[in-house]
């Protein structure tokens, strides 16, 4: 009979403690999300964006292991891979957010979240509206989906190029070569600067097309097309203006260039085109797209609806300029530009 | 004025003063704002310029490595040139910038124009220039007149950078700055005035107004209830109170005059009371008979309290240190014969209660004041005396005078008895009585004092007055306050017309004095003033006089002058005596040591002209044993003069001894007895001698000399002896004889006087000679002192007449004489006691 109020207690502070520990799982699983990552391929932009990404939504609060079950999938350019993966993905559990890093497999996602209510966020994606993931830029209202485009606009970016050429070409007509892949996303870069290019009196793209073979085992291919398409195209053109997919994210092929033709690069791909001689690069900054769709990412999860978001592109972007090309080339770089460029002026050209 | 007037006064002309030096201050403090904007504008316009613009490019060129490469310097050169040009165009003012050969790289705005252009290529054009901030005039065609502008000098470029605006828009601005200065004063002034009246009315004076109103209504004590002022701002809260106070004044009114009936009672109370004070106070000025100033206080305090009868007394003590009353004022109860003769034989002078142990004297032995309504029942009290009134309330109350008792007020048979409140109503007039009592006391002892004081001054002025000296009392400026009957006497100047003149204006013998005066009065010592010799008429008088401090350097001094003449000669005649007296006793020594060899040398010389004379046997015997003739010897003694030196020798020794029996008569005293004798008798005697006193070897005859007598017949006998007052006056008649015979004077007379004078006998002998000088009159009386050729006299007549008079008399001789004036000598002899 003495026992009676010890047990009570005890079988009193039992009950509150599984109480206790019932209302932090309720509280964890309430918090905690689920993000599946499908990256296109292991491309530098998409990398760097997936890496960004990841650490601002960390500054954000998700931390993958605590609040976040963060599912990274790399299909390596592979559609059907990706879809499969993708597919294997949510089968194993429901996604509260797909986030996709390029265009392929920004496609395959928006393929298979159709129909679902499960949101989607690209980034990396150079053109949103050629490649079937939303209407327009810059517009609300397409559903579950949102994203930042990972391009500059074609027009800002030639005349960005005519700003530094500067009355070099005064009169005769500017000619730049293209060469692109079939990769979808090239195909439609080549598109979208053609059409830019009418833009400009005095400006063509002399466009060559090449088979896209998927990377890194169809570069070689791709390579020898593209030396082929130079040898065509040298007397043609002023100068080289690399394109954006696989292909262009290619130091091979900025080297091909480089080392195959008498005529410059103005444009490269990325960063490092610039330092392989390229003249110009301009490109979203990786930091601010990466934080940019992190914060798309977070007011998601919390419950905003993604088709609320317009697609718009990055704030920030990144300019590189080599100095010994427009040495070279006797170009004066604007003030202005080389202050834009900032660290990204390169004064001799990387072997 | 009214509120409103006053309000405008006011307001009006601080407004517009305020609102002008608001203005002035506004134009004079935007004027210096925008000059210092306008240096602040181009400033800041040329330092972004030149830091954005110019630095940056120079930076960046220097970053990128391409500062040497002409074409990104030429690149960016002309950039800093665009940006120029946007700036200008962006910016009020225009850029000029020169190169290092002072050539215009870029001319912005409205200077652009050939032939500005032209003007600014010249090289006076950078000579010209302000070193930084100046104003530079334009050549003669432009609109504007000048330039305000900054100049910089880029030196990375060696650029001259000039950011410029047209003088004219700044003065413009100025202007413009003055004028709406002007403009929103005015309308300030004038939107202030219109609402600050328009306030004042509405929110000041009409409610104002309405207060001044109703309190006006309030000050005519109308009732106002309701002021039809709803405000709720001070003004309202004021008239809410205003009905408050004149509600509360209204009730404050009724209760007023309420507590004025009352304290009017208790004023006329006080009023009596004060009354019975005063008439006290009067009383004591005006009577200070206790008798008659208490009677009065009685009256009045019986009248004052409703009491029946009482008395007042004082509190002395007896011989035996023992307390006793006194009453001066005392109601007249008395019941039978005796105690109405009581009353009557007292009631001048006071009664005197000596018995206390009774309800009265308890007061006094208790000092504290007894308060009783049935004095039957009270222990302390003795009874009545049979026939006494009955008492059935009394009132005994001690006088103080601070802690000491000094008299007793009683009342008695009060119809509604006594209480504490009366007996603290009336203290002050117990409290008043103690003090008149012991004012009186003062008073009455200083009166004592004033008649002892009255007296003692009398006594004193009578010794003053009647005293011989000179008693003249003198301030500080030596102005006259005393003045006695001796100086009256002595100055003929009267007490009334003496005081307050100056000492030495009626006392001219003061005169020289003044100094002494003042340090007596400064040192505050007595001071002697010496002789001082004064000739009054015919008589020389001989002064002296002290001159006393009064105690107080501003009480001045007294001075008292003593005419010492008679003391002066007394004392000389005691100098005289006493030179005599030391004199005789040495004459008398000199000549008993004198006399033996003397008598020696004249009994010598009468042997030796015995011893020759030849009548004599003894003398022939022996001059024949030894065959001498003496007549032989004698007509020897005759032929060379022997004889004549022998006659001679005797000559001289009996002269030196009448000399010395003369000195012998000093100190030897006379073996006659003095005897009454008639002077008058004795004068003639001694002029019967004086007649037959003829000797040629004199050279004088007293015969030829008339001698006038002027005896005083009933002159009485003097005691004296005779023979030496002959020998006294024949040495007087003698020494007359003398001077008158050597002064071969006309007429030669000797008056001789006899008289009773005071209570002396004088004999006064007087002749008409040469008389003497003061120098010989203040010697004559010495011993060997004579004015007469050396063999002609002893020097001694006067000494030995001085001598017999002085000495063998007790009287007194004295000479009076002037040159010229003849000689006179005074004899007194005392007269025979009666």
């Keep these: ?351 | 004025m009214t509120l409103r007037g006053k309000l405008i006064t006011i307001i009006l002309p601080l407004l517009l003063i305020s609102i002008m030096g608001l203005g002035t201050w506004h134009y004079h403090t935007a004027t210096i704002g925008v000059e210092r904007a306008t240096r602040l504008y181009l400033d800041t316009v040329l330092t972004t310029y030149i830091e954005s613009e110019l630095e940056r490019r120079q930076q960046l060129l220097i970053s990128l490595g391409v500062a040497h490469i002409h074409s990104f310097q030429e690149q960016y050169q002309q950039e800093a040139v665009e940006t120029a040009r946007r700036i200008a165009a962006g910016q009020n003012g225009d850029f000029i910038i020169l190169d290092e050969e002072g050539r215009a790289v870029v001319i912005t705005g409205p200077l652009d124009r050939p032939q500005t252009r032209n003007w600014i290529d010249r090289p006076e054009f950078r000579s010209s220039l302000p070193t930084h901030f100046g104003t530079l005039e334009l050549p003669s065609g432009n609109t504007s007149k000048g330039l305000l502008l900054l100049n910089h000098h880029y030196s990375p470029w060696k650029w001259q950078v000039i950011f410029a605006i047209d003088n004219s828009e700044y003065l413009q601005d100025l202007g413009d700055i003055r004028d709406s200065t002007l403009l929103i004063a005015g309308l300030l002034a004038i939107i202030t005035v219109f609402l600050i009246y328009t306030f004042s009315k509405r929110m000041l004076l009409l409610p104002i107004e309405i207060l001044r109103r109703s309190a006006s209504r309030i000050a005519r004590r109308e009732q106002v209830s309701n002021i039809p002022l709803e405000s709720g701002d001070e003004l309202g809260e004021l008239a809410r109170n205003m009905e408050v106070m004149a509600t509360e004044i209204q009730n404050a009114q009724a209760i007023l005059e309420e507590r004025v009936v009352e304290r009017t009672e208790e004023l006329a109370d006080k009023n009596r009371l004060f009354k019975v004070i005063g008439n006290l106070q009067a009383q004591f000025i005006r009577e200070p008979k206790p008798t008659v100033m208490f009677d009065r206080l009685l009256l009045d305090i019986i009248d004052l309290t409703g009491s029946e009868f009482g008395f007042i007394g004082d509190v002395l003590l007896d011989d035996n240190n023992q307390p006793y009353l006194k009453c001066y004022a005392f109601t007249n109860i008395a019941w039978n014969d005796e105690t109405r003769r009581f009353y009557e034989e007292n009631r001048k002078t006071g009664f005197v209660f000596t018995d206390l142990d009774n309800l009265f004297g308890h007061v006094i032995l208790d000092r504290e004041s007894i308060i009783t309504n049935s004095p039957a029942s009270d222990p302390r009290s003795k009874g009545l005396p049979k026939g006494h009134p009955p008492i059935n309330s009394f009132l005994g109350i001690p006088i103080f005078y601070g802690e000491k008792l000094v008299g007793e007020i009683g009342l008695a048979n009060r119809e509604e008895g006594f209480t504490q409140e009366l007996l603290n109503f009336i203290q002050p007039i117990v409290d008043t009585c103690g003090q008149i009592i012991v004012a009186r006391w003062e008073r009455e002892s200083r009166h004592r004092a004033e008649d002892e004081l009255s007296s003692t001054r009398n006594y004193l002025h009578n010794i003053i007055e009647l005293m011989p000296s000179i008693l003249v009392g003198i301030g500080t400026e030596r102005e006259v306050t005393q003045w006695n009957i001796g100086a009256e006497e002595f100055s003929g100047i009267s007490e009334e017309s003496a005081l307050g003149q100056q000492l030495e204006d009626v006392l001219p013998i003061m005169k020289g004095y003044s100094r002494l005066i003042a340090e007596t009065i400064q040192q505050q010592q007595p001071r002697v003033i010496e002789r001082i010799s004064h000739i009054n008429g015919s008589e020389q008088h001989q002064l002296e006089g002290v001159i006393y401090p009064l105690g107080d350097t501003a009480a001045g001094a007294v001075i008292r002058i003593d005419n010492i003449t008679e003391k002066v000669r007394l004392e000389s005649l005691m100098i005289q005596t006493e030179k005599m007296m030391s004199v005789g006793g040495l004459a008398a020594g000199m000549a008993h040591e004198l006399n033996n060899p003397l008598g020696g040398i004249l009994q010598g010389l009468q042997n030796i002209e015995r011893r020759l004379s030849p009548d004599l046997p003894k003398n022939l015997e022996t001059a024949r044993e030894i065959g001498l003739d003496l007549e032989k010897v004698r007509t020897y003694f005759e032929q060379r003069g022997i004889s004549n030196f022998l006659s001679g020798i005797t000559d001289s020794g009996k002269r030196a001894a009448d000399i010395v029996k003369n000195m012998l008569m000093f100190s030897r005293k006379p073996d006659a007895i003095k005897r009454d004798e008639s002077l008058n008798e004795i004068v003639e005697q001694a002029l019967a001698l004086a007649n037959v006193d003829y000797d040629f070897k004199k050279k004088y005859d007293f015969r030829n000399i008339r001698i006038k007598r002027q005896f005083d017949t009933l002159m009485p006998e003097v005691p004296c002896i005779a023979s030496e007052i002959q020998q006294v006056l024949l040495n007087l008649f003698r020494n007359a004889a003398q001077a008158l015979s050597y002064a071969d004077t006309e007429s030669p007379t000797i008056t001789i006087s006899t008289l009773i004078q005071d209570d002396h006998a004088c004999i006064e002998i007087e002749d008409n000679g040469p008389g003497m000088q003061e120098e010989v009159l203040d010697h004559i009386f010495e011993p060997f002192f004579t004015t007469r050729e050396v063999g002609s006299g002893t020097g001694l007549g006067l000494s030995v007449s001085f001598f017999i008079i002085q000495e063998e008399h007790n009287g007194t001789i004295r000479a009076e004489s002037k040159p010229g004036e003849g000689a006179k000598f005074i004899i007194e002899l005392p007269l025979p006691e009666v």
């Design chain 1, 1 to 351: 009979m003495n026992n009676i109020p010890a047990r009570l207690i005890r079988i009193a502070l039992i009950a509150l403690t599984a109480l206790f520990s019932l209302s932090i799982q309720a509280d964890h699983s309430k918090d905690s999300k689920r993000i599946i990552l499908v990256q296109t391929m292991p491309v530098l932009p998409v990398l760097n964006h997936s890496r960004t990404f990841i650490e601002h939504l960390e500054q954000m609060g998700y931390v993958n292991g605590q609040n976040l079950d963060l599912v990274i999938l790399q299909p390596d350019g592979d559609r059907g891979r990706a879809e499969a993966m993708l597919q294997e993905t949510l089968y194993q559990g429901q996604a509260d957010l797909v986030v996709t890093s390029a265009t392929m497999a920004s496609q395959v996602a928006h393929k298979i979240l159709r129909g679902t209510a499960t949101p989607q966020l690209f980034f990396t994606v150079s053109d949103p509206v050629g490649a079937g993931l939303v209407r327009a830029l810059g517009v609300t209202g397409d559903d579950k989906i949102t994203g930042k485009v990972h391009s500059v606009d074609r027009a800002a970016k030639i005349e960005l190029l005519l700003r530094l050429l500067g009355s070099k070409h005064a009169g005769a007509p500017l000619r730049l070569g293209l060469i692109y892949s079939s990769y979808p996303s090239s195909v439609g870069d080549a598109k979208l600067l053609a059409e830019a290019a009418k833009k400009f009196d005095n400006l063509v793209f002399v466009p060559h097309r090449i088979p896209y073979h998927p990377v890194p085992d169809g570069l070689p291919e791709m390579l020898d097309d593209a030396t082929g398409a130079i040898e065509q195209l040298d007397e043609k053109v002023d100068y080289w203006w690399e394109p954006s997919g696989p292909l262009g994210e290619r130091d091979e092929f900025s080297r091909l260039l480089r080392d195959k033709s008498k005529r410059p690069v103005v444009f490269g791909t990325n960063m490092m085109s610039v330092k392989l001689g390229a003249l110009l690069h301009v490109t979203p900054n990786d930091n601010a797209t990466g934080m940019e769709a992190a914060r798309l990412a977070v007011a998601i999860l919390e419950g905003a609806h993604a088709g609320n978001f317009p697609v718009t592109a990055a704030t920030d972007f990144d300019l590189g300029i080599n100095l010994a090309t427009a040495l070279e080339m006797g170009i004066a770089i604007p003030s202005d530009l080389a202050e834009l460029a900032g660290p990204n002026i390169f004064r001799e050209i990387a072997p």
